[in-house]
């Protein structure tokens, strides 16, 4: 047998997707230390960070079948690759690493789509806001209020790795952290100046930044693991808009504005933070058809493996932006995306992690969700089909043997035909009519009730 150093090992290991790692662990101790080690899942993590594999975008699905879960299958299109994910994607989200945080209404889920956990803390009572200055706030075109009008983030501690939700309340003043290893919140030192609440944060290598265009422009951030505030300067200039967004950009800090040209054309400046800050891509998007007047954001979503700019606008398509040719061309349709997708293995361990439910059938999804995209969004329309054929793929064989034993149950000999009953049925009779009503409930209720009629 050939001896495989541990380097070597591990090396190779990095480079298979989750599902084999998952079977691997069943071979050694040693390879279940490997792959359960945080080393390790930090190293798989900066791997498809580098770029080398295929980069995926993670996507709501708009679905009310309960937990959040992952789609069996993605869609391509122009080697780009779109994960879903089954969920209200009416409720704004946070996402960190492959990780997604859904606040709803007295709870927070933070999910991870890949094994399928899910951790649920209860918010409490939210405050009452006396003034309600946030009637007075916009977040733009792509506004996130969550529920009690809170300002929220969603990071990662880049010390100990641990994973926190941070949520700030201004009138009255309420600030306070929550550590998902631990589950319990903690108050947090005030920040230095209030941000909007509507706006979206994004969490940069340990710390969330938020943004307030309302207030005079300026950025604030939070360090996870001292979990103290910080002014960030601006740049200088940067032209600002009720639209201008805070992103995690192949981790880096960026600010995405949608503004018009001197000659009235739209154009998408992103700006990155690199030590100080710098205009690096202006994208012009003359060639999409914007009218004159219409209202529409942009915001880069990640890189791909070429090298191009994928970004998306509040009407929910994405695009792909080529540097070298300098052209601009969609990709998908009718998209709500949530963040760039990594497959990230980390398991929690608090115990009010919840146990990866087993996939449920969603019909729902499938006539509803086709219904409501219509003739205009071409990729999800493709996928509606794919599932419905593999729904009826799957379940015809087992409604026609229903059928032909039900009607060996109701027939007689001078029913069906001159000859009695058809001669591939005559071997039924060496079984009793209880025996055949017991296969006929049992093929009839796994085709309308087994959670695998659709694997979803």
């Given at each position: ?16 997707p989750?599902?084999?790692l ?54 391509f299109?122009g ?21 997604v945080c ?7 889920n933070?999910?991870?789509?890949l ?6 803390f209860a ?41 926190k ?8 003043n309420?600030?306070?952290v ?15 100046y ?8 994004a969490c ?21 693991h001292?979990?103290?505030f ?14 201008t967004q ?23 400046e992103?700006?990155?933070m690199?030590?100080a ?7 012009s998007?003359a ?5 004159p007047?219409?209202?529409m ?23 792909r ?16 995306i ?6 990230n293995m ?6 009010q992690?919840e146990?990866?439910?087993t996939?449920?059938t ?17 990729q ?11 729904l ?7 409604f ?12 007689s ?29 049992i ?8 959670n695998?009629?659709l694997?979803?």
């Open positions: 047998m050939m001896y495989v150093s541990p380097d070597v090992l591990e090396l190779i290991l990095l480079r298979l989750p599902k084999s998952g079977r691997f662990k069943t071979v050694s101790k040693q390879w279940r230390s490997i792959l359960e080690s945080n080393w390790f899942l930090e190293m798989h993590l900066s791997f498809q960070k580098s770029g080398k594999p295929r980069r995926k975008i993670l996507a709501a699905d708009h679905c009310n079948c309960g937990a959040p879960s992952l789609r069996a299958k993605g869609s299109r080697g780009e690759e779109i994960v879903y994910l089954h969920c209200d994607s009416t409720r704004p989200s946070m996402s960190c690493d492959g990780l859904i606040p709803e209404p007295g709870w927070i933070v999910l991870n789509p094994t399928g956990q899910r951790l649920r918010s409490g009572p939210d405050p009452l806001n006396r003034q309600s200055s946030y009637l007075f706030t916009d977040g733009g075109a792509f506004s996130a209020y969550f529920p009690g009008h809170w300002a929220m983030g969603f990071g990662k501690d880049k010390v100990n790795g641990s994973y939700v941070v949520r700030m309340f201004f009138d009255p309420r600030y306070e929550l550590d998902v290893n631990i589950g319990e919140w903690r108050k947090l030192s005030p920040p230095p209030e941000v909007e609440a509507g706006r979206r944060s940069v290598n340990g710390s969330i930044y938020w943004s307030d265009i309302w207030r005079g422009c300026r950025l604030l951030s939070l360090d996870l001292t979990e103290e910080h002014r960030v300067p601006l740049p200088t200039d940067m032209r600002f808009t009720v639209d805070i992103v995690n950009l192949e981790d880096h800090l960026a600010l995405a504005t949608t503004l018009r040209n001197s000659d009235g054309e739209l154009e998408l992103i700006w990155i690199d030590g800050w710098s205009k690096t891509y202006s994208i998007l060639c999409i058809g914007i009218k007047f219409q209202q954001a942009f915001r880069p979503v990640t890189v791909s493996k070429q090298g191009d700019i994928l970004i998306c606008n509040n009407k929910k398509s994405v695009f932006y080529c540097q070298i040719t300098n052209t601009i061309s969609q990709i998908f349709a009718c998209t709500c949530v963040s760039p997708y990594l497959e980390v398991r929690f361990e608090n115990q992690v146990p990866p439910r996939r449920v969603c019909l729902f999804n499938v006539w509803v969700g086709f219904a409501a995209h219509g003739v205009s969004s071409s999800p329309r493709v996928d509606k089909f794919h599932y419905l054929g593999v009826l793929r799957r379940r015809l064989r087992m026609l043997l229903a059928a032909l034993l039900m009607c060996y149950m109701f027939s000999d001078d029913t069906l035909s001159c000859a009695g009953k058809p001669i591939f049925l005559h071997w039924l009779d060496c079984f009793g009519d209880d025996f055949i009503k017991v296969m006929v409930t093929l009839l209720w796994k085709f309308f009730f087994s695998t009629i694997d979803c």
